[in-house]
Each structure stands twice: as structure tokens, then as C-alpha cells.
């Protein structure tokens, strides 16, 4: 199977390789014997994709504060995806390393992570991503993620985007309840009602097995994730409760659901508020597990399989 470029670029760089950009040229310095006939060949014939994945590790140098290079490089137009998870865009780290090589995967944070304020509604947070996301990005088409809160505000960013005369070419919400599943009293009913009664005894089951056998092999985690902060919860709950408050309008476009097996999300909601839902079902699993587990590579394929529809 041939290496993908940033695994080809560390193992060169294990070799004491050196390669840059230099007048849209790529340069290269190497000890003596570092570079045989083969990789030399190799260079020679992936020299384009080289040069654009060296062209796009250098453009992250001046990447707004609030775009995070989950997945760097490749020559694909990249996903921006607004994580839920208390704007730990990380969270989505297993799911993007099982994207295609070639396929970049940038996170969009949340003011407020720095201590400042965090805004207090989906429209302000919304506002504040498009701008970053347009000065990474100037024009369209626009690939758009959400997990969990951060689909409200992924849907709220297409509208945006589209409203400005920009093209989204692909929304996708992965694992997100419509905003009014996150009302306390909507949420607790319906993980005591959904599914039947063999599903929820499963999922009991599962819990109580979770707590007394705990995994030993925790996936991954990169270095930049730590323990949520006393700012984290802060701005989580800020997000959270803009989206309590969020009233969609009607989209008049594509909205890819990924969809877990947790009926609280009261998912088919959002059939009300675009012209075209597709609906992926991705297992009966609680979206959480799904990508913390090898169960994210089921995921993966789901959304990969979209993204390679889209016309180039």
C-alpha cells in the first residue's frame, strides 16, 4: 500500500530528510546516503502532492486562533467541523485520522476558551465562526461538520455562509440532537422511553459494565487534550445554552444525518427545517462510543463515502 504524504514526510524526517517550499519549489538538504535510488524515484513522481501538502503546512502558520488543524495536509478542499464536546475540537481526532490521507480536517473553536467571554447565542457563535473560517477559507464550496451542540451551530453557519452567496456543499451532523432534545426534561424522558425495552436493557447493561470493567487500552490521546478547565465548562455551558434557546429556520439545502442509536436526539426533527435530509445509521451504539471506539471506523466509512460523492 503506498505511504500517504505526511507519513512519507516523517519518515524521511527520521532520516534526518529535510524538505521546503522555496519560490513554489520544493527544496531538500540530506546526510550523505540518506537519499538511495528508490526514494529518490519516489520524490520524483509524488513531487505535485508533495508540493501542495508543504504549501498547506505553511499556510497553517497563519491560521486564525480559532481554526485548529485536527488533521493537517492533504490536497482536498478540508472539513471544518464545530466539535460539541465543550469545544474540544480533539474529540474528533480518531474520526479524522480515519478519513482519507488526502483529506485535511480542521476543527472551529469557540471564543471564550482564552478566559475571554463566551457569546450567548447560536447567531453570535455562528458570526464569530464564519469570519474565521472565511479567513482561512475566503470562498466556497464549503465542506461543514457538527457533533452533538456543535451541529446547531454548524447548521447555523451554512445558513450564514449561503445567506453571504457562498456555496456549502456538504452539512453533515454527526450525532446531533435537534436543540430542543437538550431541554432537561425532553432529554431524561427520552432515554426512559426510547427504543424497546430489550434496547434500553442493553444500554444499562453496557453502563454498568463500563463502571466496573473499565477499558484497559483508553484510545489515543494527543498531546494538546487535557482535563476540561474551569473555562471549558464555562464556555460549554454558555454554548449549551444557546442552543437550548436556538429556533431554526428553514435551510434550503442537504443535511447528511449520522445517526447513533440515542432517541433522545429527536434526529428526525430536522426533516422540518432543510429541503433534503439524508439519514446515515451508524449503529445503536451512543454516539460518544462510536467515536471513542473501533466503532469510529464504521463512521468513518459513512462519511468518507459522502464526501467522495461531492463533484469536484
Not at 273 to 276: L, M, P, S, V
Given at each position: 500500500?503506498?505511504?500517504d504524504t505526511a507519513?512519507?514526510?516523517s519518515t524521511l524526517r527520521e532520516r534526518d530528510v529535510r524538505l521546503w517550499v522555496e519560490d513554489d519549489r520544493i527544496k531538500c538538504t540530506a546526510p550523505a546516503g540518506a537519499l538511495d535510488a528508490e526514494t529518490r524515484a519516489i520524490l520524483a513522481s509524488r513531487k505535485q502532492e508533495i508540493l501542495a501538502f508543504l504549501q498547506g503546512a505553511d499556510a497553517l502558520k497563519s491560521t486564525p486562533a480559532a481554526i485548529v488543524p485536527?488533521?493537517?495536509g492533504g490536497g482536498r478542499p478540508p472539513l471544518f467541523i464545530v466539535s460539541g464536546y465543550r469545544g474540544d475540537v480533539f474529540f474528533m481526532l480518531p474520526l479524522a485520522r480515519q478519513l482519507h490521507?488526502?483529506?485535511p480536517v480542521l476543527g472551529v473553536q469557540p471564543p471564550g476558551l482564552d478566559g475571554s467571554a463566551p457569546l450567548a447565542s447560536v447567531a453570535a457563535l455562528a458570526r464569530f465562526q464564519v469570519e474565521q473560517i472565511r479567513r482561512y477559507r475566503p470562498k466556497g464550496p464549503y465542506l461543514?461538520?457538527?457533533h452533538c451542540s456543535g451541529g446547531t451551530i454548524a447548521f447555523e453557519i451554512a445558513q450564514q455562509l449561503t445567506a453571504a452567496g457562498q456555496e456549502v456543499a456538504f452539512l453533515g451532523l454527526i450525532g446531533s440532537p435537534f436543540p430542543t432534545a437538550f431541554l432537561p426534561l425532553n432529554r431524561f424522558a427520552a432515554r426512559l422511553t426510547g427504543g424497546s425495552l430489550a434496547e434500553r436493557k442493553q444500554k444499562i447493561m453496557r453502563r454498568i459494565q463500563k463502571l466496573i470493567h473499565p477499558p484497559k487500552h483508553q484510545p489515543e490521546a494527543p498531546p494538546e487534550v487535557s482535563a476540561m478547565t474551569t473555562i471549558d465548562l464555562r464556555v460549554g455551558g454558555a454554548t449549551l445554552a444557546a442552543v437550548r434557546a436556538y429556533r431554526p429556520r428553514y435551510y434550503d439545502g442537504q443535511i447528511d444525518q449520522f445517526v447513533s442509536g440515542e432517541e433522545w436526539h429527536l434526529a428526525h426533527r430536522w426533516r422540518e427545517?432543510?429541503?433534503?435530509v439524508r439519514q446515515h445509521k451508524i449503529g445503536s451504539l451512543d454516539i460518544e462510543e462510536i467515536l471513542r471506539?473501533?466503532?469510529v471506523a464504521v463512521l468513518a466509512a459513512a462519511l468518507q463515502a459522502r464526501l467522495d460523492a461531492i463533484p469536484a
Open positions: 500500500m503506498m505511504m507519513s512519507l514526510l485536527i488533521k493537517p490521507p488526502e483529506q461543514l461538520g457538527g427545517f432543510a429541503r433534503t471506539g473501533p466503532e
